[in-house]
Protein backbone atom coordinates (compact mmCIF):
# COMPACT_ATOMS: atom_id res chain seq x y z
CA UNK A 1 0.00 0.00 0.00
CA UNK A 2 1.49 3.25 -0.46
CA UNK A 3 1.51 6.15 1.47
CA UNK A 4 0.24 8.92 -0.72
CA UNK A 5 -2.31 11.92 0.20
CA UNK A 6 -5.56 11.38 -0.78
CA UNK A 7 -4.85 14.70 -2.99
CA UNK A 8 -2.36 12.99 -4.85
CA UNK A 9 -4.20 9.93 -5.78
CA UNK A 10 -7.13 11.76 -6.65
CA UNK A 11 -5.25 13.74 -9.35
CA UNK A 12 -2.98 10.47 -10.62
CA UNK A 13 -6.66 8.95 -11.15
CA UNK A 14 -7.84 11.93 -13.28
CA UNK A 15 -4.65 12.72 -15.27
CA UNK A 16 -5.43 8.54 -16.24
CA UNK A 17 -9.29 8.92 -16.82
CA UNK A 18 -8.02 12.28 -18.90
CA UNK A 19 -5.25 9.98 -20.51
CA UNK A 20 -6.95 7.19 -21.62
CA UNK A 21 -10.41 9.68 -23.18
CA UNK A 22 -7.73 11.45 -25.39
CA UNK A 23 -6.15 7.71 -26.22
CA UNK A 24 -3.26 8.03 -24.70
CA UNK A 25 -1.24 5.01 -23.77
CA UNK A 26 1.14 5.82 -20.13
CA UNK A 27 4.67 5.19 -22.88
CA UNK A 28 3.03 8.16 -25.37
CA UNK A 29 2.69 10.09 -22.68
CA UNK A 30 6.16 9.42 -20.56
CA UNK A 31 7.42 10.33 -24.17
CA UNK A 32 5.55 13.47 -24.70
CA UNK A 33 6.71 14.81 -21.48
CA UNK A 34 10.28 13.95 -22.33
CA UNK A 35 10.54 11.36 -19.72
CA UNK A 36 11.26 7.37 -20.25
CA UNK A 37 8.58 5.08 -21.21
CA UNK A 38 8.03 3.96 -17.78
CA UNK A 39 7.23 7.46 -16.27
CA UNK A 40 3.30 7.47 -16.24
CA UNK A 41 3.72 4.00 -15.47
CA UNK A 42 5.36 4.40 -12.34
CA UNK A 43 3.17 7.41 -11.15
CA UNK A 44 0.09 4.99 -12.06
CA UNK A 45 1.03 1.83 -10.09
CA UNK A 46 -0.43 1.91 -6.51
CA UNK A 47 2.84 0.51 -5.40
CA UNK A 48 4.96 2.86 -5.96
CA UNK A 49 5.46 6.89 -4.30
CA UNK A 50 5.95 8.29 -7.40
CA UNK A 51 3.70 11.76 -8.03
CA UNK A 52 3.54 14.39 -9.96
CA UNK A 53 4.90 17.98 -9.53
CA UNK A 54 3.03 21.02 -10.63
CA UNK A 55 5.39 21.27 -13.72
CA UNK A 56 4.06 17.75 -14.81
CA UNK A 57 0.62 18.95 -14.65
CA UNK A 58 0.74 21.95 -15.96
CA UNK A 59 3.15 20.07 -19.54
CA UNK A 60 0.25 16.91 -19.20
CA UNK A 61 -2.42 19.82 -19.61
CA UNK A 62 -0.78 21.08 -22.40
CA UNK A 63 -0.16 17.91 -23.97
CA UNK A 64 -3.81 16.64 -23.15
CA UNK A 65 -5.24 19.97 -24.16
CA UNK A 66 -7.31 20.41 -21.40
CA UNK A 67 -6.97 22.88 -18.32
CA UNK A 68 -4.77 21.83 -15.21
CA UNK A 69 -7.97 22.62 -12.94
CA UNK A 70 -9.44 19.20 -14.72
CA UNK A 71 -6.46 17.22 -12.39
CA UNK A 72 -8.08 18.63 -9.35
CA UNK A 73 -10.81 18.32 -7.09
CA UNK A 74 -14.07 20.93 -6.66
CA UNK A 75 -13.04 21.12 -2.98
CA UNK A 76 -10.52 20.51 -0.50
CA UNK A 77 -10.07 16.42 0.10
Known sequence: MNNLAKIDLHIISRVKEIRKEKGFTQERLSLCL???????GDI???SKKAKYNVHHLNEIAKILN???REFWPEKPI
Do not use: L, M, N, Y
Open 34 to 40: GKGVGFI
Open 66 to 68: CSP
Open 44 to 46: EAP
